[in-house]
């Protein structure tokens, strides 16, 4: 079975701060890895991906993550934080096989951005 | 139009009767999902399908049935609905492993 843990569940940051959001995984097979945000009271949008290649992905709205195997963890960060990046935020795994061909999601983690 | 169509957007039920939410997708994707949200709780997958004969459970699937009965259409039975699956149901479409998945704006369902 694979897992995803999203250390801490509500991150405040300053406006103009670094904004840093950690995901860590489990998983039996290579894993695909996938960060997504939610807006209030909308659905999920794509962030960004990791599936295979260069282990630092660029993502959308000035947010990268960086896909890290010996630590199992895919961590997201902007350089900058914005009032508008007030969201929720979940990392996501899925294998590329086998048991592990779900999409599974972390538990979320509520960022806040302070003026 | 959306990608991926949830209806209803809201409902509200008594315990004990049964509800369906539909999901319809023109993605042509052939995985569709089924997720609550709850609030400190993330996306908990129910069901997933990767083709019309392809149904799979998933952590949280007890209280719940589903139906493929398209490629672009994956419905959500709660057969006999209580409180404690009051939430946010989204379905969500993929198109393989490595891509990424597509999400409708969510059922709120109420069950009183």
């Known amino acids: 079975a694979q897992s995803v843990t999203q250390l801490g569940s509500h991150v405040s940051v300053s406006e103009g701060a670094l904004v840093l959001l950690r995901c860590n995984y489990s998983?039996?097979?290579?894993?695909?890895l996938f960060w997504y945000v939610q807006y209030p009271n909308q659905g999920l949008q794509l962030l960004l991906k990791y599936t295979t290649g260069a282990t630092l992905v660029k993502g959308i709205n000035g947010f990268e993550a960086e896909f890290k195997k010996s630590e199992t963890s895919f961590h997201l960060t902007k350089p900058s934080a914005h009032m508008s990046d007030a969201a929720e935020y979940f990392c996501?795994?899925?294998?590329?096989?086998?048991?592990?061909?779900?999409?599974?999601f972390g538990s979320g983690t509520q960022l806040t951005v302070l003026p | 139009d959306a990608d991926v169509t949830q209806t209803p957007r809201n409902r509200i039920t008594k315990t004990g009767k049964r509800i369906m939410l539909e999901c319809s997708q023109t993605k042509g994707h052939d995985r569709m999902y089924w997720y609550r949200q709850d609030p400190g709780l993330g996306l908990q997958l129910i069901y997933y399908s990767f083709d019309v004969k392809d149904i799979n459970k998933g952590e949280i699937s007890d209280g719940y049935s589903v139906s493929r009965q398209a490629q672009a259409k994956f419905s959500l039975s709660l057969e006999s609905a209580i409180p404690n699956q009051t939430a946010l149901y989204f379905c969500a479409t993929q198109g393989t492993a490595n891509t990424e998945a597509f999400f409708g704006q969510g059922t709120r369902l109420t069950v009183v």
């Open positions: 998983s039996s097979v290579p894993p695909y």
């Open positions: 996501a795994v899925r294998g590329a096989s086998g048991s592990a061909r779900q999409l599974t």
